[in-house]
């Protein structure tokens, strides 16, 4: 498929069951693209819709392009970075959007939902992101997150794969800041 206009209209929404297996057909899309999630088989609903968080998606000329989810808390080095274990926070967890949509505004918009959120919550946020993608570390940069450095991490066990990967942070904010 080509590359969605980049004039056409973002509308981002509360995830809605039915929007899953459009969100899956995408998520098979940034797989191949930029190897996300790193392992093909969690390319399906279960992995998809697995924080337990509010979930948005985001939609281009009325159609599903990418999503943004939060899952309750954060780990311990970007609590330490928001401030302390007693500070609250989410985790911004299954986030992305079409290659096909990428240009059009989706992932911006689908993080002011995650963002204003947060700050209607007085959440702090936290995120992790593999080091090969450059674009979406870039992005977070660009809207003002921290970046607390790389980090090796095994999500599979301390016998499956190393990854490189990169914490950022968030802090808590008022709503109407």
Same mark, same amino acid.
């Given at each position: 498929? %080509? *590359? ?21 057909? =995408? ?15 969690? =390319?399906?609903?279960?992995? !998809? ?33 928001? %401030? ?7 985790? !911004?967890?299954?986030?992305? =959007? ?7 505004? *989706? ?22 992101? =593999?080091?090969?993608?450059?674009? *979406?570390?870039?992005l977070y940069g660009r ?27 968030r802090p808590v904010r008022?709503?109407?800041?």
């Amino acid at each position: 498929m %080509g *590359a969605l206009p980049t004039d056409l209209s973002v509308d981002v929404r509360e995830r809605r069951r039915e929007d899953v297996p459009a969100l899956v057909e =995408v998520l098979g899309e940034v797989h191949v693209k930029d190897r996300y999630p790193i392992v093909g088989t969690h =390319v399906e609903p279960g992995w !998809l819709t697995e924080p337990d968080g509010p979930a948005w998606v985001a939609e281009v000329g009325g159609e599903v392009v990418g999503q943004a989810a939060l899952a309750t808390g954060a780990d311990s080095v970007s609590l330490a970075a928001l %401030g302390g274990p007693d500070v609250e926070a989410v985790t !911004l967890s299954r986030f992305f =959007v079409a290659p096909r949509a990428r240009g059009t505004g *989706a992932a911006g918009a689908l993080l002011d939902a995650v963002e204003a959120y947060a700050a209607d919550h007085r959440l702090g946020l936290a995120l992790e992101v =593999v080091a090969h993608n450059l674009a *979406a570390r870039r992005l977070y940069g660009r809207r003002g997150w921290t970046a607390l450095g790389s980090y090796e991490v095994r999500w599979f066990g301390d016998d499956g794969p190393a990854y490189e990967a990169y914490r950022f942070v968030r802090p808590v904010r008022a709503a109407n800041f």
